[in-house]
């Protein structure tokens, strides 16, 4: 381990000696070409000395640069390499992301950067331009603009991102370099800057990734969760089965086996459609409109007996609808809703409407009632509408609704909103309920 340590850091000796050699060589011939410039002057060509001083102090500012660039690149990466000690850096960095998305990435991890300005974008090329100041990070050059590192060049660096479209994902091609021409990396030094740019796009670039990924994990997990949570409650709801409604119809059915043996046993009759769509849809999150309205059909039967003429129902659902994906128990919660709140309270009863409509890519189901309306005794805890609110948007998002509103010239309206197709997430069980 001694032994591979001393390896690393004689290799960064050596190279930091070779970089810095290369400056000064650089320096030197254009120094010699200088003096043999002077040298060819009249009257000023015999005056070898301020040549030399000018020579010496050259050479000594342009070594003590090129050493504090080394220090420098050595301190932020870690290593001095061919690559780290470079002027230009580039990067490639794959995101496994559309690449509009990447562009935004890319577009406000730039546009974060300290001192950048200038920032160009381009999104329908997918391309990005921006200048960034140099920081001065140990003050001014000594001698001011005198000094040779200063004669040429702009002190300042360019960013160009270019974003290539994949399959699934992205490529990122990121290049860092000083506004001057490239054959400037002979005699100038960037002190690092362009390396500190390039990781530090690269590092926010992964940050904003992992931000993601955990955003998206988390609301995974939060939809699961509340996606069981009201799954447990709509199998307890089925379990439940309304037990006074149970046992109210089998109290009247045995009333009825003395007095009208055909009507208990068309009562029966309605109870069993009714337990048959509601016990095995327990285990099934979504039902079809046309099986959900025999539930509720069987259900308003069951109470036709029992209320008698104080119970009116019409149903105009066209049989192309009855197809809809509709979720289980909806549409009998919102009946179960109209008889309770708007025409039991009532000594006359009322009408119960169930209507079905599509409108372009949405199909209404509407619940409506002439009973007492938005009467505050009769309101109930409208537990059930917040659930039916609930499974609506967990399964299709923004694309359902449900509106309750008053009904003319009394009673409620409650109409559901759903698309035609099933949720493109769902994947149906082959079982029916």
């Known amino acids: 381990m001694l032994r591979r340590n001393l390896s690393i850091r004689r290799h960064n000796v050596f190279k930091s000696l070779v970089f810095v050699l ?38 000594t500012l342009v070594v003590a640069a090129a050493f504090s660039h080394v220090g420098r690149v050595r301190l932020i990466a870690g290593r001095v390499d061919a690559e780290a000690l470079g002027n230009r850096q580039r990067r490639q960095i794959e995101v ?28 329908d090329s997918l391309q990005l331009r921006a200048r960034v100041d140099r920081p001065q990070n140990y003050g001014d050059y000594p001698l001011g603009h005198w000094n040779p590192m200063r004669w040429f060049g702009i002190p300042r660096n360019q960013i160009l991102a270019t974003v290539v479209p994949g399959h699934d994902s992205a490529s990122v091609t990121l290049i860092c ?17 362009n390396f500190e740019n390039a990781e530090a796009i690269t590092r926010a670039i992964s940050r904003r990734v992992a931000e993601r990924r955990r955003n998206e994990k988390s609301q995974a997990v939060q939809t699961a969760t509340e996606k069981e949570l009201t799954v447990a409650k709509l199998s307890l709801l089925h379990a439940q089965v309304e037990p006074h409604f149970l046992y109210n119809t089998l109290a009247s059915a045995q009333l009825l ?86 025409l039991e309270p009532r000594t006359g009863g009322g ?36 659930n039916v609110r609930e499974r609506l948007r967990l399964l299709y998002g923004a694309a359902a609704a449900l509106s309750v509103v008053a009904n003319f010239p009394s009673g409620v309206a409650a109409t559901i909103s759903v698309p035609p197709a099933a949720p493109p997430a769902f994947e149906q069980d082959d079982r029916h309920v």
């Open 257 to 342: 086996t003395r007095s009208d043996p055909p009507r208990a046993d068309e009562m029966l009759g309605h109870l069993i459609q009714y337990l048959r769509r509601s016990l095995p849809s327990a285990d099934n999150e979504l039902s079809t409109l046309g099986a959900e309205l025999e539930r509720a059909l069987a259900y308003l039967e069951i109470l036709k007996i029992r209320m008698g003429s104080r119970l009116a129902v019409q149903v105009d659902v066209p049989e192309n609808l009855r197809t809809t994906p509709l979720p289980a128990m909806v549409l009998q919660t919102l009946v179960e809703n109209a008889i309770k709140h708007g």
């Open 177 to 193: 370099e000083p506004e001057s021409p490239a054959w400037s990396d002979w005699f100038l030094v960037d002190d690092g800057t």
């Open 22 to 59: 290369r400056i000064g060589i650089a320096w030197l011939l254009a120094i010699m070409l200088a003096s043999a410039i002077w040298n060819e002057l009249p009257l000023l060509g015999r005056l070898d000395w301020p040549v030399a001083i000018a020579g010496m102090i050259t050479m």
């Open 351 to 386: 009408t119960v409407w169930i209507r079905a409509r599509r409108s372009d890519d949405v199909v209404a189901v509407t619940v409506a009632d002439d009973g007492d309306g938005f009467n505050t005794k009769n309101s109930g805890t409208g537990i059930g509408l917040k």
């Open 96 to 123: 496994p992301f559309e690449a509009g998305e990447v562009f935004d990435l890319v577009d406000a991890a730039i546009r974060e950067l300290p001192r950048v300005h200038d920032v160009e974008s381009a999104r």
